[in-house]
Each structure stands twice: as C-alpha cells, then as structure tokens.
C-alpha cells in the first residue's frame, strides 16, 4: 500500500505539472521572480536533468536518437533522476528554508511512464513505488497542474523529443492521468487551465502560493 506522503517541515515545496507546451516553465520562472521580489529565497529547479547526473541522463530519455527503450527502462531511468535532484538538490534547499519550484516531478512519472505507456494496473502501481521509493516519498506542499488539450499544445513545437514525438493517444491518456491525479488530492493541487492569460495563471498561483509562505525563509540565493 502506498504511504500518504511525506511534507518537508521546513521551505515550501511547489511543482508544476501539465502536457507537452502547456506553460510550465514560464509559470515557474514568474513565480520564481515575484518570490525573490518579496524577499524569499526561491530556488527553481526541473526534470528530468537539474543534477551532473541528470543532464546524462536527460540526454538518453529524451533524445529521439534513443529510439525505443523497455518500459521498465524508462521508468528506472527517470527514477534514478528523482533520486539524484531530491537528494543533491531538493532536500538541501528545503532544508535551508528556500521555497522549491520544480517544473515537473513525480506526476509527471505516473502520467508518462504509467498512464502514457498504457500499462496493466499493477504495473502503474509498481512506478509509483518506484517513484515514491526513488524520492523518499516526499511530496510537494502544492502541485501546480496546467491543463491543456494535448492537441493545442503539442502544436507549439516545430521539432519534438521522445516525449512530445508519442501519439495522441499517449498524450490524452498522460493529460487524463493527470487530472485523475489531482482530483483525487484537491488540498495539494491548483488546476488552471492553460489557455488563460499568462498574468491571469501567475496571478492565480501567487495567490495560493501566498498562503504556503509561512514556512519559508526571507532572503537567501537563487
């Protein structure tokens, strides 16, 4: 059975999750800047590839000269990123106190590796326990999931990666996957929908980020 998660005691910790061009690395550089802008010590960060090791491991999932990989490869090398950015770079700034912000995390894993690849129930539940073991099982205060039909955003890029090179169906049944998500943990999750203003989403975010910030610290780096 799958514990109901770990919180830091310390920092506060956001993702953002969503499809392919739904925004996230935007939303997450705005709310980097508004944070640092009122004093907090934000630190922004991404998966998979924010670590030495990552980047290596990036290189080999994403690239379409990879071709195809096992399923289970997949998801152990997505894992082993998890791993590496939760030890080396998530944890240390939580625990300085600094306000997290990953563009993507351990939903993005289910989503991709479990739902996207269409496996039989058991095997999703054994990616989450994977996920979950790889990360400590340590889960963010707010998931921030920006939904948006795979369609729409898949058309904003000319040239794709493995990821983005999937079928539709992969990526309707990783946006489903997602929302299924959230709406079974509304206290963790603020779904907007990403077709809205840029400002009218960052607006939105900052105000229930707003409400996390009692346990961050003022001041500090990146």
């Known amino acids: 059975m799958i514990s109901p998660g770990v919180y830091a005691s310390s ?6 999750e969503g499809g392919e061009g739904s925004g996230k690395s935007t939303q ?4 980097g800047d508004w944070l640092r802008g009122e004093g907090y010590a934000a630190h922004l960060t991404f998966e998979p590839g924010d670590t030495p090791v990552g980047k ?4 080999i999932v994403l690239s379409p000269a990879t071709g195809v990989l096992s399923d ?20 240390p700034a939580l625990a300085r106190g600094a306000v997290v912000v990953t563009d993507r995390y351990v939903d993005s894993m289910l989503a991709y590796q479990g739902a996207g690849r269409a496996l039989d129930p058991a095997d999703v539940a054994e990616v989450e326990r994977v996920a ?4 400590g099982d340590l889960r963010p205060h707010l998931t921030v999931l920006l939904d948006l039909e795979p ?6 890029f000319e040239d794709r990666d493995r990821m983005e090179g999937e079928s539709l169906e992969f990526h309707q049944r ?5 929302l299924e998500l959230a709406a079974a943990d509304p206290e963790h999750y603020l779904v907007l929908d990403a077709r809205s203003p840029i400002e009218q989403i960052a607006a939105a975010v900052r105000a229930r980020v707003g409400t996390l910030l009692a346990g961050a610290t003022r001041g500090g780096q990146r």
């Open 28 to 31: 997450s550089r705005l709310l």
């Open 11 to 16: 920092g506060v910790f956001v993702s953002f």
């Open 132 to 135: 979950r073991w790889a990360t």
């Open 56 to 59: 290596e491991l990036r290189r």
């Open 72 to 91: 289970r490869t997949e998801v152990l090398l997505y894992a082993a990123d998890k791993a590496e950015h939760v030890d080396t770079v998530v944890r």
């Open 174 to 178: 990783v946006r489903a996957a997602f």
């Open 151 to 156: 369609t729409e955003g898949l058309g904003r």
